[in-house]
């Protein structure tokens, strides 16, 4: 199991940036696939971002539009998403996520979220 702690969250206006982290520990980061997922009040839990062990290859959601980057830096065992022109609706807690077998796109270990708060 891995353990997750995401961080970076706060209060910006609309258009604004925020990076989050996610700083990952309990087995070989470099080997799964890391992705950020949100959850606004009242609102199912919706992917965001994932990207590949590798590093190569990311998927995004719809609605991100180039506006977030996910990276990773395997030697500091971390994950990072950069959001860029933010709106009210990005407005979520924003969670980490560690596939749970590599290459299953199955994300099982999830970190405590980071609250992401965007004004208008």
């Known amino acids: 199991q891995v353990q997750l702690v995401e961080s970076g969250g706060g209060l910006v206006q609309a258009g604004g940036s925020l990076r989050l982290s996610c700083a990952a520990s309990?087995?070989?980061?470099?080997?799964?696939?890391m992705g950020w997922f949100r959850q606004a009040p009242g609102k199912e839990r919706r992917f965001v971002v994932a990207?590949?062990?590798?590093?190569?290859?990311?998927s995004y959601g719809d609605f991100v539009k180039g506006r977030f980057t996910i990276s990773r830096d395997d030697a500091k065992n971390t994950v990072y998403l950069q959001m860029n022109s933010l709106k009210p609706e990005d407005t979520a807690v924003y969670y980490c996520?560690?596939?749970?077998?590599?290459?299953?796109?199955?994300?099982?270990?999830w970190g405590q979220g980071t609250q992401v708060t965007v004004s208008s």
């Open positions: 996520a560690a596939e749970g077998t590599p290459g299953s796109g199955q994300y099982t270990d």
């Open positions: 309990g087995r070989t980061f470099s080997r799964y696939a």
């Open positions: 990207i590949a062990w590798s590093g190569g290859r990311t």
